[in-house]
């Protein structure tokens, strides 16, 4: 197949070039147990405490179901959904299989709804864009959301030809699914629509008013289902006015538009940025990049949203972060690069394609070497009893801040050292054991899943994370800190354990506080001695 970067692709031509580019994005996720992706652990370990849950009185003690009537369910309907069939750890893989299948494929749809054909651009650019630095944060629920909201608009545009029963019925499976996906997907959705209706409105309103009074009507059927049922029933409705925080600073809008569009690799970020710029030049030389009518519509508004967006919205953190990846998808979608001279056609091409296979060779060796290193952690897991509960502490060299590795403009030294993080790390205990991990997140305004009022002290003891440790003595406060817990119970509980990583051995518990189960490089896994405690 000539690759030809404007040429009208084929059916088959499309189909044949969508598989390589995915099956280069998706090795790397195939090749290992767990990939190093920041949020996946707690996602995968969520959906097995839900797909077993019914049937474990053992998780039952710790964990209780909440509602679905939530704007960010959809890794924690379709996993547990998939993990009937198959392994959940097969099943959590093959999700992100899915998402990247979802979010390349919508690029191209929305393409060809928008220019009437479909060539090799929108594939190459939307396979360049699946690697950044939202899916590193293993932000699931809105890379869902952002797929089909791809698939979504596209539909939209091709269905708002046909009769308005067709639009309305099909707007509303559409606005339903982004809905339960994510809230901020649903909601980008809604304004692009919006947008592009009333300027459709507005070209016909002189002569067809009653006719484009019909149309925006129609437009906003779809969403008010969703509408509804978020403000009646969704537990996080009563959590709107809660935390909303933007930046103070000038910088950050800049940083992060630019820190989430990064691959995440330092070279291969290097390598981004100079392939892009040489295709600046050529396009600037020999070169067009059109958009489709329209269009720019579609990208001021997502912009506009981007520059509107809190940074921190209720319970949610990086929330303007999220935009710039589906601007980038849309101006995939949305334009045409073509070439006045066939060799600057076939140059862009060759780096492009060089760029992706690279990508995928570098990934896949780093997630190999990381998942090598995590698996020895998981390994120790097997050492825990059916119904235990599994606390995480964090060793800090002298010297170091405690909190480097958790802030996503400059994650620290520790991030590249520890992927991903022990507070994340610790929630694959569970798929070892029916065990309580109170570093779980397990919010019934963000997920529909909770902890049980016996167990929420601990929960709540270790909500932000791991502890940190930078001395013995705080290694002491903590234990004394879970005694204490334990001593103010009501009712028994079962024995805790505490996983310390980061230290290397360097810093353990005495041995009348505890006794070591596992150990490994940088890790080790002791069982605490619940004396009688002092105080609080």
């Known amino acids: 197949m000539r690759l030809d970067l404007d040429r009208a692709l084929s059916v088959r031509e499309a189909a044949l070039l969508f598989a390589v580019i995915l099956a280069g994005a998706i090795l790397p996720i195939l090749v290992v147990q767990v990939p ?27 964990y209780e179901p909440g509602s679905l009537l939530i704007p960010n369910v959809g890794v924690d309907v379709l996993v547990p959904f998939l993990a009937r069939f198959m392994p959940i750890e097969v099943a959590g893989r093959l999700f992100l299989c899915l998402e990247l299948a979802l979010q390349l494929s919508g690029v191209a749809f929305l393409h060809a709804a928008l220019h009437r054909r479909l060539s090799a651009w929108p594939l190459l650019a939307g396979g360049l864009l699946l690697y950044n630095w939202i899916f590193l944060f293993c932000l699931l629920n809105y890379l869902l959301g952002l797929g089909l909201l791809l698939w979504g608009l596209g539909a939209w545009l091709l269905l708002r030809e046909r009769s308005l029963a067709q639009l309305v019925a099909g707007g509303s499976l559409i606005a339903l699914l982004l809905f339960f996906a994510h809230l901020v997907a649903f909601g980008l959705f809604a304004l692009l629509v919006a ?37 009646s029933f969704s537990p996080i409705a009563q959590e709107l006015e809660r935390r909303i925080v933007y930046q103070p600073f000038w910088s950050w809008k800049p940083g992060i538009f630019v820190r989430a569009l990064a691959a995440g690799h330092p070279a291969f970020d290097v390598a981004y940025a100079v392939v892009a710029a040489i295709c600046l030049l050529l396009v600037l030389r020999s070169g067009r990049l059109s958009l489709a009518s329209g269009a720019w519509l579609l990208l001021a508004i997502s912009f506009g949203v981007f520059l509107a967006l809190p940074a921190t919205l209720m319970e949610a953190y990086y929330v303007d972060a999220r935009i710039p990846v589906a601007l980038g998808m849309l101006a995939a979608a949305a334009t045409r690069l073509r070439f006045d001279l066939p060799r600057w056609n076939a140059l862009v091409a060759l780096l492009l394609a060089a760029l992706l296979l690279a990508r995928t060779l570098v990934f896949t060796q780093d997630w190999v070497r990381h998942d090598a290193k995590l698996g020895a952690i998981v390994d120790s897991f ?29 994650p620290g030294p520790r991030y590249a050292r520890w992927r991903p993080p022990l507070k994340h790390v610790g929630s ?23 902890v049980t009022s016996a167990y929420r002290d601990l929960y709540d003891l270790q909500r932000r994370g791991p502890f940190e440790l930078v001395s013995p003595q705080a290694l002491s406060g903590v234990i004394q800190r879970i005694r204490a817990l334990y001593a103010r119970a009501a009712q028994a509980r079962p024995a805790p354990y505490l996983l310390l990583v980061g230290g290397g051995g360097a810093l353990k518990p005495r041995s009348d506080d505890a006794d070591v189960v596992a150990e490994g490089d940088g890790f080790v896994l002791v069982r605490l001695k619940m004396r009688p405690s002092s105080g609080g």
């Open 36 to 62: 190093p992706l920041h949020d996946y652990p707690e996602h995968i370990a969520r959906s097995t405490i839900l797909a077993q849950l019914a049937g474990s009185p053992t998780l039952q003690v710790f």
């Open 195 to 231: 947008g592009w209706e009333l300027r459709a409105a507005w070209g016909r309103w002189r002569d067809e008013r009653r006719a484009a009074l019909m149309g925006l009507l129609a437009a906003g059927l779809p969403f008010a289902l969703p509408a509804l049922l978020f403000v």
């Open 382 to 410: 097997v050492e825990l009893p059916d119904g235990s509960v599994l606390f995480l502490a964090e060793v800090f060299p002298t010297g170091e801040r405690p909190t480097s590795g958790l802030r996503m403009l400059d």
């Open 428 to 450: 694959l205990a569970v798929l070892e054991k029916p065990v309580f991990v109170p570093a779980t997140w397990a919010s019934p305004t963000q997920q529909p899943l909770s």
